[in-house]
């Protein structure tokens, strides 16, 4: 059964960077498209970025476009969000999830997720 662990969630201060961390166990991340979605309080969740598993040709929303860069470690069952001039309004719970297909930005076709992790911007 494949699990995600994320870590690397914390307060920082507008401008400010941050390193999101995602491991996956009982399976290859190798065989996985990776992604990063978000959800802030009373909002619905937001896809971020994702990764395929084979070409690894990454793909972001726009609010988030040359702020934000995802990528993968294969070697270490691993993909990561490098977060950067982060604002207010990027604060929510990130979460990974992986699917064994194609990538797509819809939450409700992936089916393994992490419990999240909470990242807060101030201003």
Known sequence: RVQLVES???SVQAGGSLLLSCVLSGGASRDYCLAWFRQAPGKEREWVAHISATSGITYYNNSVMDRMIISRDNAKNSAFLQMSNLKPEDTAMYYCAARDYSCI???????YWGQGTQVTVSS
Do not use: M, S, V, W
């Open 8 to 10: 690397g969630g914390e």
């Open 105 to 111: 930005d819809r939450a409700n076709l992936y089916p």
